[in-house]
């Protein structure tokens, strides 16, 4: 059975810093591009960041670019979201998902087999 695990989510102010991590077991990991998404309450489930299954590539929204970095260790099998300079417009469930050999860059929701429960960030204005 795949699980998902995401962790280090909370309450930051704006300007501030947070690392998340996502668990995975049940799944070659290193198979798996993984990714981040997130959800703000009335919106819809929103795109931020994936990663290739060896670690060596990744891709941003243009939201993120610059102040989020997404790693992963294939031998812990967790992947990681560093966020940095963080905004209230950052607030938002933030979900990890497993995507098994995508074509391309997976950036929609349905691209991704697995999903992770959430893990509540809240950025302080």
């Known amino acids: 059975q795949v699980q998902l695990v995401e962790s280090g989510g909370g309450l930051v102010q704006a300007g501030g810093s947070l690392r998340l991590s996502c668990a995975a077991s049940?799944?070659?990991?290193?198979?798996?591009?993984m990714g981040w998404f997130r959800q703000a309450p009335g919106k819809e489930r929103e795109f931020v960041t994936t990663?290739?299954?060896?670690?060596?590539?990744?891709y941003y929204a243009d939201s993120v670019k610059g102040r989020f970095t997404i790693s992963r260790d294939n031998a812990k099998n967790t992947v990681y979201l560093q966020m940095n300079s963080l905004k209230p417009e950052d607030t938002a469930v933030y979900y990890c998902?497993?995507?098994?050999?995508?074509?391309?860059?997976?950036?929609?929701?349905?691209?991704?087999?697995?999903w992770g429960q959430g893990t509540q960030v809240t950025v302080a204005s």
């Open positions: 998902a497993a995507a098994h050999t995508p074509i391309g860059w997976p950036t929609t929701p349905r691209e991704y087999f697995y």
């Open positions: 049940g799944l070659t990991f290193s198979s798996y591009a």
């Open positions: 990663i290739s299954g060896s670690g060596g590539n990744a």
